[in-house]
């Protein structure tokens, strides 16, 4: 039996897309669209964008180790105490 069934790109690859829209690296890093724009523009996101005509891609390789490095910069930051209120 054979299924007609279009296969999607993230089914292509086992741990989803390789390469992402803006909009969906704004809901993957959980923020609004235009935040992600204007980090780009300010080249605070140091994520390279590639070109596929008009549309504007990210690889998904280079998003994972921007965040790897986020984590890894802030377990490097001292904590700095509190002083307690009374």
């Known amino acids: 039996m054979t299924h007609n069934r279009r296969t999607s790109d993230a089914e292509l690859v086992p741990n989803g897309p390789f390469l992402l829209t803006l909009a969906e ?4 890093l959980r923020v609004d669209r235009a935040t992600v724009y204007r980090l780009l523009q300010r080249r605070e996101l140091p994520i390279p964008i590639l070109r596929l005509g008009r549309s504007a891609r990210v690889r998904s390789t280079d998003v994972e180790r921007y965040l790897a490095e986020l984590a890894a910069e802030e377990h490097e930051e001292p904590v700095v105490a509190r002083r307690a209120s009374r």
């Open 25 to 28: 690296l704004a809901a993957h």
